[in-house]
């Protein structure tokens, strides 16, 4: 049977080279890890050749052998000797060579995944200013389910390993660059593989460039340059905090959510311009208190008084303090009412207190905050009376429809819940509506953050 050069690239490449990452790359921090490829036939003929020019590293020699080839290669095998001879340009430092034969592979071929692989792995690096780097990895957890669609590929599982258009794949599976998921395209590094009976889309890729995915989808990117620059060192701070408390606690790589738990991340296709250059004017930028990170917590809309952590979570930091908001109200999130009905009121009673109460009777505030937020409710109905924590109320019963616990006004009348109130989030740190309001009025990036985070210090680490 004759073997085509399939074999051979995949074994010269993948087994022989393309482990062997440049130091100038591997040291960037940057390149993803080899596809992991089974070992093919020892290739005969022309094929033979190149390979053991190849192991020598005979580089020159190989490619005259592959040029000779391509005069008369076809399909598959013309596919397979581009790639090796863009690698065997990547090993020569020939980069510009290298894109020119990566980029003739034919786009749909079984070829054309390991050749954006290579541009991506041996792209020489961007420089950056002195003393700054695009911060460490971060990783997002962007997808789950027990089946995933990704670029038109259907992805599924059976037991732990990972198929691909029922086909099955290596786990974790390596997918190209800028692939697409759920409408949107995606920085760095995206993986697929088996968790706890489950498929996972996994988005790895340096602080930084997440951030450019996230600044957009929590401050509107037309606001005030000062302003787009505090939420940046704000989101900063508290996901590179994030990544230290879960590192110190399990000693493993660190995932996040790309939800409103940590900051709404959307990938490539999210990012602006305006929100990017905010991004980059602050690299490297964080909140520091005592030489640590902060929790450098943020909300929507203050309302006009702003909370301390101790009495929304129990434990107080100093730079987290009750205090009126004197530029919030310009913001069109500054008050809201709302209704809910008892079914409402008694789901979300079980979901924030696993208790039951009957009929509800009475709906009472039992307990505030010194900055007036709602702590406690007292709910009672015809098999009892409870309290409950205001905040787990909030967030069982939809924290987008009960905006905030600020509430002016309320009233519960034949089995209706109407509340008026003030802001829109926890009340803590950051108000980003406040800043954009005290960025128009003249108020610096620093100011702004000298405000909302109270003796904390701007420090830059990378």
Same mark, same amino acid.
């Given at each position: ?7 051979? !690239?995949?074994? +010269? %490449?993948?087994?022989? @080279?393309?482990?062997?990452? *440049? #130091? ?5 921090? =940057? ?126 599982? !059976?037991?732990? +390993? %990972?198929?691909?258009? @029922?086909?099955?794949?290596? *786990? #974790? ?5 800028? =692939? ?147 530029? =919030? ?134």
């Amino acid at each position: 049977m004759r073997l085509t050069f399939l074999a051979v !690239s995949r074994l +010269a %490449v993948f087994v022989v @080279g393309l482990a062997l990452v *440049s #130091p100038a790359v591997a040291g960037a921090g =940057s390149a993803p890890p080899a596809p992991q490829v089974p070992a093919s036939p020892t290739p005969a003929g022309p094929a033979r050749a190149v390979f053991e020019l190849i192991e020598a590293k005979k580089y020159e020699q190989a490619e005259q052998k592959i040029q000779a080839e391509l005069k008369t290669a076809r399909g598959e095998d013309r596919d397979a000797y581009l790639f090796v001879l863009g690698f065997v340009f990547c090993k020569q430092g020939r980069w510009p060579d290298a894109k020119s034969a990566l980029d003739a592979v034919t786009p749909n071929s079984e070829w054309a995944a390991e050749s954006r692989f290579l541009l991506q792995t041996y792209a020489p690096p961007v420089a950056a200013p002195v003393g700054r780097t695009a911060g460490p990895e971060v990783q997002i957890e962007i997808g789950s389910g027990q089946t995933l669609t990704v670029n038109r590929d259907r992805f599924s599982r !059976s037991g732990q +390993a %990972v198929l691909k258009n @029922g086909r099955r794949v290596e *786990s #974790p599976y390596l997918l190209p660059p800028e =692939s697409r998921f759920n409408g949107r395209s995606f920085r760095g590094k995206m993986e697929i593989s088996v968790e706890k009976g489950r498929l996972v889309l996994v988005n790895s890729l340096p602080v930084e460039e997440y951030l450019y995915g996230v600044l957009k989808n929590e401050v509107g990117p037309g606001w005030p340059e000062e302003a787009l620059k505090a939420q940046a060192v704000a989101s900063r701070t508290f996901v590179l905090r994030r990544m230290d408390l879960a590192r110190s606690s399990s000693g493993r790589p660190v995932r996040l959510a790309s939800d409103v738990s940590i900051q709404v991340y959307r990938g490539r296709s999210s990012e602006d311009p305006r929100s990017s250059a905010a991004v980059d004017a602050t690299r490297g930028q964080v909140l520091t208190y005592g030489g640590e990170l902060i929790e450098a917590v943020f909300h929507s809309e203050s309302g006009g008084t702003l909370e301390s952590s101790g009495d929304i979570w129990g434990r107080a930091y100093p730079y987290l303090i009750s205090k009126p908001d004197p530029y =919030s109200g310009a913001s069109p999130r500054a008050s809201w009412e709302a209704e809910f009905d008892e079914p409402e009121i008694l789901k979300a009673l079980d979901r924030s207190a696993r208790a039951k109460v009957g009929r509800l009777r009475n709906f009472e505030v039992a307990e505030k905050t010194a900055g007036g937020r709602v702590r406690l409710l007292s709910l009672t109905g015809t098999r009892g009376r409870v309290t409950v924590p205001a905040g787990k109320f909030r967030l069982s019963i939809g924290p987008d429809r009960l905006r905030s616990l600020l509430w002016t006004d309320f009233s519960y009348k034949n089995g209706r819940l109407g509340v008026q109130g003030r802001g829109w989030g926890h009340g803590v740190g950051l108000s980003q509506w406040s800043a954009k309001s005290a960025a128009e009025q003249g108020l610096t990036c620093a100011q702004i953050l000298k405000f909302y985070f109270p003796g904390t210090k701007i420090v830059t680490i990378y």
